[in-house]
């Protein structure tokens, strides 16, 4: 509730962390990549480097040392990706950065995925990847830092606002960074975990609704 009045009734400034902004930069490049993928022309490892110096020069707001900093991060970082996780045979790639808007009974949710594939051509069922830059989490960690909690919501807002794929699989993508080597942690959703977040938002809904911004 507090972020839903800090970010969108107060519209409370958020000041970007350079983190963010290599985020970014890596999003798009494996945005680009699947768009490629999608147009039967894989951009190789030159061209994504490109697009990720392009986005860190020209669309983030970066002191000379970050953006020296995350260069070096990330043309160490994304080759290796590349050799691991973006080779031939290349997946079916159905949707890149995809927005979905719907409601929850009469909740509205919204938010985007990273990218959908279809586990086969002209297959309604779904991979849906979520990419993460930053230190690869432990199965322990996904939980306590709420991102096994993200793909149980993306899977509630297919099933309630895209309902054309079935939803099978869910991945995080640790793309690695520095010593840390890239990493896959693959999830399938429950009856109970969608029951169990559904009572969770409406919970934070009906505080939303009463002006109560305290904690859940």
Do not use: C
């Amino acid at each position: 509730p507090l972020q839903f009045l800090e970010v969108d009734l107060l519209q409370k400034p958020q000041a970007k962390e350079p983190h963010f902004a290599y985020g970014n930069a890596v999003h798009h490049v494996l945005a680009a990549w699947a768009d490629s993928i999608t147009d039967e022309t894989p951009l190789d490892e030159a061209a994504l480097l490109k697009e990720f110096d392009e986005h860190l020069t020209s669309r983030e707001l970066l002191t000379k040392k970050e953006l020296e900093r995350l260069s070096h991060l990330g043309h160490q970082t994304i080759p290796r990706y590349i050799e691991s996780h973006l080779q031939a045979p290349y997946p079916v790639v159905h949707k890149v950065e995809y927005s979905i808007k719907a409601h929850l009974e009469d909740i509205p949710i919204k938010g985007k995925l990273d990218r959908i594939d279809l586990m086969e051509p002209n297959s309604s069922a779904a991979i849906i990847t979520d990419y993460k830059t930053g230190k690869p989490k432990t199965e322990k960690q996904i939980i306590d830092y709420g991102y096994h909690r993200q793909l149980v919501f993306y899977d509630l807002l297919i099933r309630n606002g895209y309902s054309v794929i079935d939803p099978k699989e869910f991945r995080l993508e640790f793309v690695g960074e520095g010593a840390e080597a890239p990493i896959t942690r693959s999830f399938t959703i429950s009856e109970q975990d969608r029951t169990d977040l559904t009572e969770l938002i409406k919970v934070v809904w009906e505080k939303i609704l009463a002006l109560d911004f305290t904690e859940v």
